[in-house]
C-alpha cells in the first residue's frame, strides 16, 4: 500500500516550522508591560505603536480596565494618545484588546 502524499514528513513538517517562525514576533507583542512597550517605543521613536492587553488574567472586568489605565497612562507620560482600542474575542470569550498609541 502506497502512503498518501498528503501525509509525508515534509508536508507535516511546514506548518511546525511556521508556527515556530512565528513565535518571536508574537512574543514581542504579547510578552512586555505597558511601561517597557512604551519605553521601547520612545527609544525607538516609533510614530505609533501596537500593544496586547491581556484581559484574561483575573477578574476581567475590573483587570482589564485597570490594565487599560495602566497602559494609558504609561503611553501619554511618554507622549503617546489612544488611537484605537480593539477587543478580540475567542468563542465569545474576550480574550484581550489590541491597543494602539501614536505621537500627535
Known amino acids: 500500500m502506497k502512503p498518501s502524499s498528503k501525509h509525508t514528513p515534509a508536508r507535516l513538517l511546514l506548518p511546525a516550522l511556521l508556527a515556530l517562525a512565528a513565535l518571536p514576533a508574537q512574543a514581542a507583542l504579547f510578552g ?33 480596565a485597570n490594565d487599560l489605565t495602566r497602559a494609558h497612562k504609561a503611553f501619554a507620560a511618554r507622549g503617546y494618545r489612544v488611537v484605537s482600542v480593539e477587543p478580540y474575542i475567542e468563542n465569545g470569550d474576550l480574550q484581550g484588546f489590541f491597543v494602539t498609541y501614536q505621537k500627535p
Open 32 to 64: 512586555k508591560s505597558p511601561e517597557r512597550a512604551a519605553e521601547q517605543a520612545v527609544a525607538e521613536n516609533a510614530p505609533a505603536t501596537t500593544i496586547w492587553v491581556d484581559a484574561t488574567w483575573g477578574f476581567r472586568n475590573q483587570g482589564a
